[in-house]
């Protein structure tokens, strides 16, 4: 397995193209914007666009999921609890102009323990309700990709629409922070960090 990080659209939010380097299968994580950077690694690469993995529905995540989709016709993987974030009743109150499309759907609702596979590598979606109800990790490997779920020394909002404090802390204490220790953590703002690290100096996990 392969990754590389980006950074993208208005906000700078971390995308990542995760792929297998025997089949060239790749899966977009968070495609937030700048859909011709993303493409131009993506056919530079010779990378075949398996899945558009969306770890939640918040507008800064998603920008170049229209372009994207036409593109490489990938299904629009997310948890069906923010699937309706597509449909743009939130992308709204989010976003100060139209850099999403209006009606876009999801093609494939994932859940809890789910694997996907891009030839012999495997993701596992982790869902960890808190920052969105439908937020979720992938897990691949040694790697994880949070979201805004985790962060360097931080954790996801919880003041959005149907978030919830509770269940970010519950989430994160119940399912990421059983990865072993060196599982490098990227999440969806920021640097990246680790595990272990977050389980010694994350002042909300105490
Ligand atoms: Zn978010
Ligand atoms: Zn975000």
Redesign the pocket.
């Known amino acids: 397995m392969k990754y590389k990080k980006m950074h993208l659209g208005i906000y700078q939010t971390n995308g990542y193209i995760v792929y297998d380097e025997t089949t060239f299968e790749a899966a977009v994580i968070d495609p937030a914007g700048d859909f011709e950077e993303l493409v131009r690694f993506l056919d530079e690469n010779k990378l075949k666009t398996k899945y558009i993995i969306l770890t939640?529905g918040?507008g800064?995540?998603i920008g170049a999921v229209p372009k994207l989709k036409k593109y490489t016709d990938a299904p629009i993987c997310i948890h069906e609890g923010d699937a309706y974030m597509l449909n743009g009743s939130m992308i709204k109150n989010f976003l100060t102009s139209g850099i999403v499309g209006i009606g876009m759907h999801a093609d494939k609702h994932l859940s809890d323990n789910e694997i996907l596979e891009l030839g012999s590598t495997k993701l596992r979606i982790i869902h960890t309700p808190g920052?969105?109800k439908g937020s979720i990790c992938i897990s691949c490997e040694d790697q994880l990709f949070a979201g805004?779920t985790l962060f360097a020394a931080s954790i996801?909002r919880t003041d959005f629409e149907y978030g919830s404090y509770e269940d970010i802390i519950n989430s994160i204490k119940t399912k990421l922070l059983l990865l072993p220790d060196d599982t490098m953590v990227h999440p969806?703002h920021g640097s990246e960090t680790t595990i272990g690290l977050e389980k010694r100096r994350n002042p909300f996990l105490r």
């Open positions: 939640h918040h800064d995540h920052h969105t805004d996801g969806g």
